[in-house]
């Protein structure tokens, strides 16, 4: 009897990370490539992860793998085969399952990377058990994904779950999106970065502590940059990780309002600054939570796989697909 073996390719905007994932969701081999500029072909993305897959189906009894299931950082339409679009890829309704199966002679399976760690949470993580689940990943930018019933939910397009779009303050900060007052402006890496690079700019005293570990060149400034010091106990970048999480608990209150989850997953980069991060968070979440005192709340946790999550679940999916 073979091991049903899974391969999960998480395509992010920097790297391709890859594995061969066992039923219990460990990783029994990886693989990583960097991930093709954005400028690049699709067919160059294409080859790249062919090299992934190759690369691990070398290191295993080929009878084992059941499935390949592909993570990727963008828009995926409702047939999950399609990547409508993708902010870091040259992919625009890119037919990449149907590409990859003529080259993989094994089922693939593509989904949104943000469901596929949604799902690894939910089956070997911090949502393991919750029927409900909100999944919130910080990265540059804010993904996210909705599992309902122990399913994940992915709109009548198949691009549910880009949470970090909805808009949060009228007339505010422009989006990369082309909208303003995105979620993403306030809470995220990117909107870290920013608030610590004006003050750098603008001469603020409160940052030169900052600035001077960083040689005088807010050039370096970093997501986890700001964590690290902020763990150093950095006054400084201790606000303003709370001033993120405060709107990261705003964000959240309006997703309570609309699917009333039993539990938040913060995941991504960010999530990484931990308490820093996710005790100011649920501080604001409960005070804007609409009904507040008279209705469950939802509990707010850090997910627990990391970078794996992407790649686990990818495989999860693909396996149980077939």
């Known amino acids: 009897m073979s091991a049903r073996l899974a391969i999960g390719i998480d395509i992010g905007g920097t790297k391709v990370a890859g594995g061969v994932v066992d039923e219990n969701g460990v990783i029994v081999h990886r693989t990583r490539r960097d991930t093709p500029h954005r400028s690049t072909s699709p067919s160059v993305v294409e080859n790249t992860i062919v090299e992934a897959v190759d690369d ?76 409900h689940v909100v999944m919130i990943t910080l990265g540059t930018g804010i993904g996210g994904a909705l599992i309902i ?7 009548r397009n198949g691009i549910a779950g880009e949470f970090g779009h909805m808009q949060i303050v009228p007339n505010g900060i422009r989006c990369e999106c082309g909208n303003r007052g995105c979620w993403e402006q306030y809470a995220s ?8 690079s004006a003050m750098m700019h603008a001469g603020s005293p409160v940052v030169a502590d900052l ?50 989850p039993g539990l938040f997953v913060i995941g991504g980069g960010v999530s990484a600054a931990g308490e820093m991060l996710i005790g100011p968070a649920r501080e604001a979440f409960r005070r804007q939570l609409t009904g507040r005192g008279y209705r469950p709340e939802a509990r707010i946790v850090r997910a627990v796989l990391g970078g794996d999550a992407g790649l686990i679940g990818a495989a999860e999916l693909a396996r149980a697909d077939q």
């Open 56 to 131: 691990l189906l070398a290191r295993v009894d080929h009878d084992d793998i059941v499935a390949v299931g592909i993570g990727a950082a963008g828009f995926v339409a409702v047939d999950r085969a399609t990547v409508v679009f993708a902010p870091h890829l040259s992919w625009r309704n890119e037919p990449l399952r149907d590409a990859l199966a003529a080259r993989i002679a094994f089922p693939v399976t593509v989904d949104n990377d943000a469901n596929a760690a949604a799902w690894a949470e939910a089956t070997y993580g911090a949502a393991r058990g919750e029927s």
């Open 211 to 260: 600035l001077t570990k960083l040689d005088g060149d807010p050039a370096g400034l970093s997501g986890p940059f700001i964590t690290e010091a902020a763990r150093g106990g950095d006054a400084m970048a201790r606000e303003l990780l709370a001033d993120i999480g405060e709107w990261l608990g705003i964000g959240m209150a309006n997703l309570a309002a609309a699917f009333d």
């Open 149 to 155: 019933d122990h399913q994940v939910q992915r709109g």
């Open 189 to 196: 890496g990117n909107a870290l970065v920013r608030e610590a």
